[in-house]
């Protein structure tokens, strides 16, 4: 008789990433011709810059194919810490072991719920957060602890709310600024005092920061800029939105070394060292400072504009409400009471598709069922005509 699959305990409640789901739908309904304006996807839409790419043809010439560290090669996790030092500004200086360079920052992250959770453990995560977080606890056999943010205040939690949230088996919380979904930026008081309460408490700080440079009005600010110790942080980065570097996964985590140590055995039994070559690109992007610096500015400025021009498309609707962005490259829109659905995000998200030919993600994927987040990560026109199209197939 033919084995039938059943999912192990460890994945039975997985489920499928909506955002890479939405990608794969626009692009097959782009193959059959049908002219989607694809506004789910997660990436930058710019070429990876040219010095960073010469680079990588140059780390081949040289050799750069084979196995390295587990936890990346000496010379990257230097000039991680030196960037990381740029920004920290008290306490002592991050060191090149309290690198792991990984495959994504999502492989980072992932390393870090493993490492630092496990049965029993309560995990707070500020919602809507990114999809993967809540799978990420999910499978270090951890507990999620969805602690809703305030629509008041750009779906922000406060200190407060992740206070009134914990119990005694609260291990830890999720952190991400600038936000995916909503684009949202916490400010520098905001941040200070939820680091403070985990530093109280003896949480572990997961803070995401991927989105870090993408900043608009005032600039993003660091958990190492701000924290008063990092003995209870773990700060996630990597090169792919501010460098568009999507396609070469890179990421890293910076930490206590023990706990470093660890992810670095974990790792070690999993993926092992990322890419060579994408390694040496990333050293490229992280040590030519002057040279990236350019181009992630220019990048930054565009998608600004784009942001922009968005949100002045949205105004000519005054009755839809979104989260105003002012990082990253989305904009989270309310879709409440949509034709009556349960799921209002997901019946706009397949009624948007299917009659106005735009794809968007459903806030369910967030954890907000009344929302859809769009994405501006594309050319300025298309952007402009599928928020307008949003709007439309809202006060239809």
């Known amino acids: 008789?033919?084995?039938?699959?059943?999912p192990s305990p460890n994945i039975a409640r997985l489920k499928?990433?909506?955002?890479?789901?939405?990608a794969a739908k626009a692009r097959a309904l782009k193959g059959q011709g049908i002219p989607v304006i694809d506004l789910g996807a997660g990436e930058p839409d710019?070429?990876?810059?040219?010095?960073i790419r010469q680079a990588a043809a140059q780390a081949i010439e040289a050799g750069a194919t084979r196995y390295t560290n587990t936890e990346g090669i000496l010379p990257l996790r230097e000039a991680i810490a030196a960037d990381a030092n740029r920004i920290q500004v008290q306490?002592?200086?991050?060191?090149?072991?309290?690198v792991v360079v990984s495959n994504g920052s999502k492989q980072s992250l992932y390393n870090a719920c493993?490492?630092?959770?496990?049965?029993?453990?309560?995990?707070?995560?500020?919602t809507p957060s990114w999809t993967s977080y809540f799978e990420m606890v999910e499978l270090a056999r951890a507990n999620c602890v969805a602690v809703p943010g305030d629509p008041a205040n750009a779906l922000k939690v406060t200190a407060a709310m992740l206070e009134a949230a914990a119990t005694p088996r609260t291990k830890g919380l999720m952190l991400n600024s600038p936000s995916n979904p909503t684009g949202a930026v916490y400010s520098r008081e905001e941040l200070a005092s939820i680091l403070a309460l985990a530093s109280e408490r003896g949480w572990w700080v997961i803070a995401d920061e991927i989105y870090l440079r993408i900043a608009y009005e005032t600039g993003a600010q660091s958990a190492l800029e701000i924290a008063s110790s990092r003995d209870n942080l773990i700060v996630i980065n990597g090169v792919a939105k501010a460098y568009a570097m999507t396609g070469w996964r890179i990421g890293w985590s910076i930490a206590p070394v023990a706990l470093s140590k660890a992810m670095t055995a974990f790792q070690g039994h999993t993926t092992s060292n990322p890419a060579a070559?994408?390694?040496?690109?990333?050293?490229?992007?992280?040590?030519?400072?002057?040279?990236?610096?350019?181009a992630v500015s220019e990048m930054v400025a565009a998608f600004r504009t784009r942001r922009d021009a968005v949100?002045?498309?949205?105004?000519?609707?005054?009755s839809v409400r979104y989260v105003h962005p002012e990082g990253?490259?989305?904009?989270?829109?309310?879709?409440?009471?949509?034709?009556g659905a349960a799921d209002p995000g997901a019946a706009f998200a397949a009624a948007v598709l299917e009659e106005y030919q735009v794809a968007v993600v459903p806030g369910s994927a967030f954890g907000t069922p009344g929302w859809i987040r769009a994405s501006y990560a594309t050319k300025q026109e298309l952007a402009v005509e599928g928020l307008t199209r949003i709007a439309r197939c809202l006060t239809a």
């Not at 008789?1 to 059943?6: A, D, E, V």
């Not at 710019?46 to 010095?51: C, E, I, K, L």
């Not at 949100?311 to 005054?318: D, H, M, Q, S, Y």
């Open 16 to 22: 499928e990433s909506a955002t890479l789901a939405v």
């Open 91 to 98: 306490g002592t200086p991050v060191t090149a072991a309290e």
């Open 311 to 318: 949100v002045t498309a949205l105004k000519a609707f005054p």
């Open 328 to 339: 990253a490259f989305y904009i989270y829109v309310n879709v409440e009471g949509f034709r």
């Open 46 to 51: 710019f070429d990876t810059p040219a010095f």
């Open 1 to 6: 008789m033919p084995l039938s699959f059943q």
């Open 114 to 126: 493993v490492c630092c959770f496990g049965p029993g453990d309560d995990v707070l995560i500020p």
């Open 277 to 294: 070559v994408s390694q040496y690109a990333a050293l490229a992007a992280m040590s030519e400072v002057a040279q990236a610096d350019a």
